[in-house]
């Protein structure tokens, strides 16, 4: 029987020379606890560091890509300290997927949600198969999409933008790439993330470090501008009575008070 306590969140192995990291954290959703965030790092690293690996695929086990922060690990801690740690690692999470010098593909079979969102337009291709769904949720519960803006507005166009950070409603993957999120919907994700490999290493490694480098560079100036005042935002929402409200209606599956 699997000790499923030690087993990694964030499953690494090479796959056709690239770093294939899988988030394997089904029984929450894929959610961005502080155990799956350190072994995403820590294999983002990893794979950065490998002269062999060409890239990264970034992809997930069960139904959800990810849903997000950890909203059970949120309620355990004072409120202030835990959305200051949170904010500083998401910072971290996002910066690092956008200027580690490697392609890195995210590919999508199932749902994704906040802070997931932020992880998609962190990533420099992205594939979906057609049954996946997105949602900037935030709203529903009294916040906003504060850190994941960073990745997320560049791709974005911005009468989209408007529309999902103020409703929180669901979109598919045909939407997601109309309006740029997704790259390609594809209704075999792998087999197109296996032939954008196929494409990928026809370029050298200083090549695409560069064009990586070229074509992330106004996202990087925008994390050197904004990230410090949207974490101090995002931090100074968490404890007030709507975000607490908030968080509590989604754990026990129920409406907020202002949507009854």
């Known amino acids: 029987m699997t000790d ?7 499953r ?5 020379g690239f770093a294939v990291l899988t988030f394997d954290s089904p029984h929450n959703r894929n959610a961005l606890s502080s155990r799956l965030v350190t072994e995403l790092l820590r294999g983002l690293d990893d794979a950065a560091a490998d002269p062999a690996v060409r890239g990264i695929v970034l992809t997930h086990i069960g139904n959800t890509f990810c849903a997000g922060a950890d909203l059970s690990e949120a309620s355990d801690a004072d409120p202030a300290v835990a959305a200051d740690q949170r904010t500083r690692v998401m910072i971290g999470v996002l910066r690092r997927l956008v200027e580690v010098p490697k392609p890195v593909i995210a590919q999508i079979d199932g749902n994704v949600r906040a802070g997931g ?3 998609v337009g962190a990533c420099d291709l992205v594939v979906a198969g057609p049954g996946s769904s997105f949602a900037l949720t935030e709203v529903r519960i009294g916040l906003a999409p504060f850190m994941i ?3 997320l507005l560049p791709r974005l166009s911005p009468r989209a933008a408007s529309r999902y950070y103020l409703t929180g409603e ?3 993957a045909d939407v997601a790439t109309e309006i740029g999120l997704v790259t390609v919907t594809a209704e075999d994700p792998a087999a197109e993330v ?3 490999i196929g494409e990928l290493c026809k370029g050298s490694p200083q090549g695409l470090a560069e064009a990586k480098r070229l074509v992330n560079a106004d996202i990087l100036a925008g994390f050197d501008a904004s990230a410090e005042e949207l974490a101090r935002r995002s931090a100074s929402f968490f404890g007030t009575p709507e975000v607490h409200e908030g968080m509590l209606a989604f754990l ?3 409406a907020p008070s202002w949507a009854e």
């Open 117 to 119: 969102m932020g992880i």
């Open 170 to 172: 669901k979109f598919g």
């Open 12 to 16: 690494y192995e090479i796959r056709d």
């Open 252 to 254: 026990q599956r129920r």
């Open 149 to 151: 803006s960073l990745t």
């Open 194 to 196: 296996a032939r954008l």
């Open 4 to 10: 499923t306590s030690t087993a990694p969140l964030v």
